[in-house]
């Protein structure tokens, strides 16, 4: 497979790096316990949860959605280090 160049990679480059600390610092929050998050931390996803009206990201998250999170902490987050 052929290594890509220009636009193409660094459209690629953008997206994973964009993707590393919003995974950990942001998606994180629910699944992680909320004490490791500094306060100005938790204030963005609660403000995110409340304007944007979503449900999932409300604390304490449900069960199922705090799964999904840990499977893309546990494999895509390692996996944007990787691509970058």
Request: hydrophobic residues 50%; neutral net charge; aromatic residues 20%.
């Amino acid at each position: 497979m052929p290594t890509l160049q220009g636009h193409t990679r660094t459209a690629f480059l953008c997206f994973f790096i964009s993707h590393i600390p919003i995974t950990f610092l942001i998606d994180g929050q629910a699944f992680f316990p909320r004490h490791y998050y500094p306060q100005v931390l938790r204030d963005v996803g609660d403000w995110y949860a409340i304007t944007f009206k979503d449900k999932l990201m409300t604390h304490p998250p449900q069960p199922w959605f705090s799964s999904l999170v840990s499977l893309e902490v546990l494999f895509q987050l390692p996996f944007f280090l990787v691509a970058v």
